[in-house]
């Protein structure tokens, strides 16, 4: 694991000029817009019946529960996104997204919804779209889980599945480059965006974050993976606005270029990305940590056995995180107990083929050269070949 805290100073540069700027009000409710640009509309008008059903979903999103960790020298806390309807933290930005993109008469009764997705957002928009009657393409690639591939093709009449990695050994430039290709192809087709959509970010702040604002009196480290940015940048404004001298550490994997690093093969979905997301730049961020797959690995195999908690691949890197930077003399760098929340982006199902699957796990670790921890003892053997990895 790494700390790039060099990388501060010039992301607060470059926010100071780009940051987003809504009010989050204590009184408002958690989908309460309080920057209306679109018109009002009519509710018996097609734009109008396609909102309202919509609208009448907004109560199953729920509140994620927010709990304590028994931890040393921290008050430790983990928000457990995975309890949201769909099964992440992905829900609320496809409802937001879509909210707006309606109202702003983006999408209509006729619109196709084509996105790139590893897995949660296209689980979540699949969902949103079956309820309002709108046709959802996601484009996927190899490392997404069996399951979700099973859920996507059991509700999305049509997924593409692209196979052919790009100049940096992974797939999203190949599914984005599907994604316009199909977008061209498509009369009335509708791209989200994930990547630069400030709706995405605009939920994350009115939502997520509006819960752990009403969670705390005080807040001194606020631990968030990053893929696509939207979370980081919506709960990270918010934070910074509520909590003084808080830090905000951004977690990413390792072989991710978004923050400098070399490009290299991941097998782990979830955090990362072989792009630069737009809206890393509404982030606030004041230190920036990766994590090797190897560590997300025991970070989610540590939190199952110290603390009951069955949870994804990019819960175990954040909490990894969380453990490496407050060993040894970190624990005491604030002196008082600090309290301490990572976010957990979904839950651990999806990943029993190979997060915890122990042939999986020693596989990995032989490729990174590294010695598996907390497995059965056995011999690692480079010739497994387990289905994610392609």
């Not at 304590?68 to 937001?96: I, T």
């Not at 006729?110 to 790139?116: F, K, P, Q, Y």
């Not at 270029?257 to 809206?279: D, E």
């Not at 982030?283 to 110290?306: F, K, Q, Y």
Request: glycine share 10%.
């Amino acid at each position: 694991m790494t700390r790039f805290s060099s990388l501060a100073p010039l992301l607060r540069r470059r926010r100071r000029l780009q940051c987003f700027c809504f009010e989050l009000s204590p009184d408002s409710g958690p989908f309460h817009m309080l920057h209306e640009d679109s018109a009002p509309v009519s509710s018996s008008s097609p734009r109008g019946k396609l909102f309202q059903r919509l609208r009448s979903l907004e109560q199953s999103l729920g509140s994620p529960p927010i709990v304590q960790l028994d931890a040393r020298h921290l008050n430790l806390f983990a928000k457990l996104e995975g309890q949201n309807l769909v099964g992440s933290v992905k829900d609320r930005a496809a409802y937001w997204m879509l909210r707006a993109a309606i109202l702003r008469g983006d999408v209509t009764e006729g619109s196709t919804i084509v996105e790139s997705s590893s897995g949660n957002f296209a689980l979540a928009l699949a969902y949103f779209c079956k309820q309002l009657g709108l046709r959802f393409i996601p484009v996927i690639d190899p490392n997404v889980s069996r399951l979700y591939e099973t859920r996507l093709r059991g509700s999305c009449a049509t997924v593409v599945k692209v196979t052919e990695r790009d100049d940096t050994g992974g797939f999203l430039k190949t599914r984005l480059e599907k994604v316009a290709e199909l977008c061209r192809e498509i009369p009335g087709a509708f791209w989200p965006n994930q990547y630069e959509n400030l709706d995405i970010a605009d939920a994350h702040y009115r939502c997520t974050a509006k819960e752990i604002v009403g969670s705390f009196q005080q807040l001194d480290y606020a631990f968030i993976g990053v893929g696509t940015g939207g979370t980081i940048a919506g709960v990270s404004r918010a934070l910074k606005e509520r909590f003084r001298g808080i830090t905000i550490v951004a977690v990413d994997a390792e072989g991710s270029v978004i923050f400098g690093g070399a490009p290299r093969k991941r097998h782990i979905p979830g955090l990362g990305s072989s792009i630069v997301p737009g809206l890393l730049r509404h982030a606030h961020i004041d230190e920036v940590m990766t994590v090797s797959e190897v560590e997300t690995v025991r970070g989610c195999r540590e939190l199952v056995s110290r603390h009951g908690l069955f949870l994804g691949g990019s819960s175990g890197t954040v909490f990894a995180a969380v453990s490496r930077y407050f060993a040894g003399e970190g624990a005491t760098r604030r002196g008082a107990r600090p309290n301490v929340l990572f976010l957990c982006p979904d839950g651990g199902k999806a990943y029993q083929s190979t997060i915890y699957n122990d042939d999986w796990a020693r596989w990995l670790a032989a490729n990174h050269g590294e010695r598996p921890c907390g497995l059965p003892a056995a011999q690692a053997r480079r010739t497994f070949q387990p289905a994610l990895a392609a």
